[in-house]
């Protein structure tokens, strides 16, 4: 890449943004973060609307379907922040590097438009069908050149396994099969199969995203993997809103303290943490053996029933890979009773006692009945889809 051009990458996520310079080593071999870092709560930017409420995800779907998105007045205002609050991130990250011209890759949660410039759909923002046009207005305006027009705007969750896998610390890099599963705002998941990074947009025809499933409580599984989703549970808990223990700065790590404390709603909480996390988990190891088989409904009634068959069959994972806040948490819960050893119990009767995984497959996982936990990895690699994002741009503009 040339040595004039600056390679950032963006992490734009359902609150704030966050961007970091990214380092080129060995032609593009290995990445990792440059000193420049700036972020951006979209809550800062003038004209936030605290109390934004999305449109339901099936009338967002359809339209996105239908190739007829049309935003709300209120997501055209909610919008214009998330954009903003992208050029502002960018900018100060250039200022900051003392050059002016910038190769920039971008990754958001939500379904893109058929350009890809664009969000369609999204569970916990606005639909930007002009995002990436919009950001690189507001950069033309700030006198930033860009070495490309943004190209397409990214999956957050292939960004994590980009990250994951380029990345020193990234714990892809040694594995055959892996499946992460990152936990923040919202979740995240990401899958390396037979050594290469796939985008789950390919293999949507067998492989759920996670935040597409629903569990038998009529939630999507998301709210179990995702930091907010877990204060969501929690505030329905303790009857009170979301906005309520927002707040009160209760989050997952503060209802850990509570549960420890023996307070009977976040046990609670914690109880069907570790319930839903290893039906998760088993649900990825029984598909990517055997294929789908119906453990899960889907938020969407109208999705495609997912196939039985796929490329992959009788494949084992290497690893499965804990990431983001839920793997702080996790850390944090590392061999107690409240989350670690409660799942990994759930997860190893799901895969002895399964129809679904013939005995090899068994023996694979468990080690005298229990699941062997070198198997389980937590990723320090926070800025995971930040990486993923410039690495994509890198290797498209040099392909």
Known sequence: MDKDIFLIGIDGGATKVNGWSIDVFDDGKSFALGEFCAGKSYREIPGYIENFKPVDINTQLAGLTAGNIVPTEEELAQG???????????????????????????????????????????????????????????????????????????????????????AAEGQFRNSVNSYYLGGGTGAADAVKLRGEVVALDRIKDWFVKAWEMKSDDGRSVEKYVS?????????????????????????????????????????????????????????????????????FSFVNPNRAVPSKTHPYHKSLFDSLIIGQRLGDLFEECRDDELLWNPMMRKLSVLIADSAFLDEPAKQHYLANGNFRTELFKISKLREAPAIGAGIDAFLKRRN
């Open 227 to 295: 930091s907010r989703g877990i204060q969501s549970i929690y505030a329905d808990a303790v009857h009170k809103d979301i906005a309520q223990i927002e707040e009160q700065k209760i989050y997952p790590p503060q209802i850990r303290k509570r549960a420890l404390a023996g307070e009977p709603a976040a046990c609670d909480v914690f109880q069907m943490l570790s319930i839903h996390i290893a039906g998760l988990l088993y649900e990825r190891i029984t598909t990517l053996y055997s294929g789908w088989q119906g453990l």
């Open 80 to 166: 214009k922040t998330y954009t903003r609050a992208v050029a502002q991130v960018i900018e100060s990250i250039v200022r900051k590097s003392g050059k002016n011209r910038a190769l920039i890759g971008i990754g958001m949660p939500g379904l893109k438009t058929k350009d890809e410039r664009g969000i369609g759909a999204m569970a916990n923002g606005p639909r930007i069908v002009r995002y990436a046009e919009d950001i690189e207005s507001l950069l033309q305006t700030a006198g930033i050149e860009l070495a490309e027009p943004i190209s397409h705007i990214g999956s957050d969750a292939y960004y994590c396994g980009l990250g994951e896998e380029y």
